[in-house]
């Protein structure tokens, strides 16, 4: 498989040519032939689940955009982007972006951070966000808006961008290699758990005060709360069975119902994982990466660092462990539930499917709509032993000039219920409000996953759509980005 293999889904024209595509490739991927407008939308309907009411089955992914002051408060491009979540028109805002707990928290000395000086900041988000909203579509009604709380464990990196500062639950031969850690670096301790939840509950406290509807307790792409859920091989109380391994989940929700009761739960989970790919070298060439392959895992069997994957085989999923800990969510009165896969660290292809990879990643070892595909069903099965819980579905963004087309089938089969928008959200917010207005589609500006959006961050600096988005393509960063690129 080449990039250059991977038929581009721009140049096709007509949703029946991309059907005979899917069925070519002999992809799960249901796909209406016509997309329905106003009340007739699938996606127009809202989700009723308890005490929830959500107005319609279009939801706004959390995307962090590094463009944070280095004390963790919003700057004018965090603003520009969270009105541009609200002009999405999706009800559901699932956690607008990574927000960390405390400074050593966060993944980057741009992350947003939660403290006493910054919720002035983090309100004013969620203002302009429902203001746009409002404006796009009349009324702020039935909106579920939550803010992502983060703990980034392996990823930390608060000081510098070019300076990990590790802070593991466990060690991973694999990726401890990659920031040179060796094999007796200290584990965070079991007490330091426990203050880090401390940190969780005093910050939802904060986001119930600022009027947020609920909190993501973030346990997806490899930070702290996924990195434990995987914590197979560590001692005490938060690692080795299962339930160790979930107790900080159920301490946070706990310890959450105390210092923000009635504040709404949801989890962000990386339903299955994947052993880690890199780019291969020998098939790198002219300054392009060459295509991802896994890490070797011969020596690792079975294979103990992850959560949902296959140990036997670490390049497939399990989803065994996932089901019993949507279990757990269930009986612990959780219904909202955004599901992942992977992380951006070490499986890209996994997380965000896309033809170009970012600056720190590797040409697609698959075309890009397998990968689409893999997140869907998971979601589906996920949602059918579920029924009860509410899915918000990732990885869409792929589906370009289509994603109306498949969101409009998946939410209408009940794969999923609610449809989660990420890195379109940076090039065209208002992609499924304009499909579902029955307003025509504006082709420019559909992401066409050309990984801009993590190349700038992983160069220092904000990301944002640089190819479509004229206010980043024509900014200094915008030079900056190329001519780094260039180098
Ligand atoms: C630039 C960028 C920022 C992101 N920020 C976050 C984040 O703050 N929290 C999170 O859970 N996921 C984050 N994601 C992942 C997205 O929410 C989403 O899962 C991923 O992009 C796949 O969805 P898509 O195909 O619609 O882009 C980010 C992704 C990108 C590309």
């Known amino acids: 498989m080449t990039s250059e293999s991977i038929l581009r889904l721009g140049t096709l024209k007509e949703v029946s040519q991309f059907q ?14 016509e997309v329905l407008h106003g009340t007739a939308s699938p996606l127009r309907t809202p989700i009723e689940c308890g005490s929830i009411r959500i107005g319609n089955r279009i939801a706004v992914q959390p995307m962090e955009g590094w463009d944070g002051t280095t004390d963790g408060n919003p700057t004018e491009l965090t603003l520009r982007r969270w ?10 805002v699932w956690g607008g972006e990574a927000v960390a707990v405390t400074e050593e928290a966060r993944a980057n000395p741009h992350q947003l951070m939660m403290a006493p000086h910054t919720e002035r900041g983090l309100a004013d988000l969620r203002d302009a966000l429902i203001q746009e909203h409002r404006r796009t579509t009349g009324s702020d009604d039935d909106m579920q808006i939550g803010l992502q709380l983060t703990h980034s464990g392996r990823f930390c990196r608060p000081h510098r961008q070019d300076r ?7 060690h991973h031969p694999i990726l401890d290699a990659r920031v040179g850690l060796s094999s007796d670096a200290p584990v965070l301790s079991d007490s330091e758990i426990d203050d880090i939840i401390d940190k969780f509950c005093v910050a939802a406290a904060a986001v ?58 949801g989890v962000r989970i990386s339903a299955f994982d994947m052993v880690p790919f890199r780019h291969d070298p020998a098939r790198s060439h002219d ?10 895992f011969e020596s690792l069997l079975p294979y103990k660092y992850g959560f949902g994957i296959n140990s036997s085989n670490p390049v497939e999923i399990d989803l065994s462990e996932t089901v019993h800990f949507l279990s757990l969510l269930e ?37 890009p709509l397998i990968g ?33 087309n498949v969101a409009q089938a998946a939410v209408r089969l009940g794969w ?28 420019k500006r559909i992401c066409r996953t050309f990984s801009d959006c993590t190349t700038a961050p992983r160069k220092g600096l904000p990301s944002g759509c640089y190819p479509l988005d004229k206010f980043y393509k024509h900014s200094s960063v915008g030079v900056q980005l190329k001519e780094l690129k260039k180098r």
């Open 20 to 33: 005979e595509h899917l069925n070519l490739l002999t992809l799960k991927i249901p796909c209406d032939e």
């Open 83 to 92: 009105r541009n979540f609200g002009r999405n028109g999706g009800k559901l």
């Open 164 to 170: 990990a500062e590790p802070r593991i639950a466990c």
């Open 208 to 265: 119930q005060r600022l009027g947020f509807d609920f909190v993501d307790l973030k346990h997806c792409h490899g930070y702290l709360g996924h990195e434990l859920l995987g914590a197979q091989t560590r001692a005490g109380r938060y690692g080795g069975s299962f339930e160790n391994r979930t107790r900080f989940l159920r301490n946070l929700v706990a310890g959450i119902r105390a210092s923000a009761p009635g504040l709404g739960i």
């Open 287 to 296: 300054g392009k990466l060459g295509p991802g392959i896994p890490e070797q």
């Open 331 to 367: 009986n612990l009165g959780i219904r909202l539930v955004n599901v992942t896969g992977g992380s951006p660290y070490y499986s890209p292809h996994i997380q965000r499917p896309a033809l170009y990879p970012p600056s720190d990643g590797y040409a697609p070892p698959e075309d």
């Open 372 to 404: 689409v595909a893999r997140q869907m069903e998971v979601t589906r099965c996920l949602k059918q032993k579920f029924p009860n819980m509410i899915f918000v579905g990732s990885a869409y963004s792929y589906l370009q000039d289509f994603l109306p």
């Open 416 to 443: 999923v219920d609610s449809v989660g928008m990420g890195r379109m959200v940076l090039s065209y917010p208002e992609l499924l409000w304009d499909a579902t207005e029955g307003r025509p589609i504006d082709r």
